[in-house]
């Protein structure tokens, strides 16, 4: 697995269309066509997309997402920067969860500035500001990677809600 294919299949959770194309998927994420085409490879191979690789299979999704996210793809806060808020400080966790501490994705044009968080792939910010699920999904994922303990289980419960997976 690589960082983008956790992107790729949360595009393809907030598309919720079977019918989905590379193409249109690969200008949303600003990947190339080859980059979803490998990605989709992985993802069927790993099990977190069907045989057809049009369907992401939600709970094995969750159980990577939960388990495995922040050992393959760990992330420590950095220097403060300029960004676009992600984890704690984005929606919907900026909701639910009272921090003076900023997390962000950095950005040149974004409009916190916070501790920075390296996005799974170079072109989330981007992606995020295209797309208001995905922006959720992915601030959720980060909460998941940098998040403390308390901060990971309300992040599994969001996710769980957008996955429909139910509690």
């Excluded at 690589?2 to 269309?17: E, H, M």
């Excluded at 990677?145 to 990971?152: H, I, N, T």
Aim: with cysteine.
């Amino acid at each position: 697995m690589k960082p983008q294919d956790v992107l790729l299949l949360l595009k393809v959770i907030c598309v919720d269309n079977p019918q989905w194309n590379q193409k249109s998927i690969a200008e949303s994420l600003e990947m190339s066509q080859s980059e979803i085409s490998e990605s989709v490879a992985r993802s069927k191979f790993s099990g977190l997309l069907d045989p057809k690789g049009k369907v992401v299979m939600k709970l094995a999704l969750l159980e990577f997402l939960q388990f495995g996210l922040r050992y393959v793809f760990p992330q420590k806060p950095g220097a403060v920067v300029r960004g676009i808020p992600t984890s704690h400080s984005a929606p919907p966790l900026n909701n639910l969860i009272n921090s003076t501490e900023h997390y962000v994705w950095p950005y040149a044009k974004g409009t916190v500035r916070g501790h920075s968080i390296i996005p799974l792939y170079s072109s989330v910010p981007q992606a995020a500001l295209k797309d208001v699920l995905l922006y959720e999904l992915l601030a959720l994922v980060d909460a998941l990677r940098v998040g403390r303990a308390r901060e990971k289980e309300i992040a599994i419960a969001e996710i769980k809600k957008r996955l429909q997976l139910g509690e």
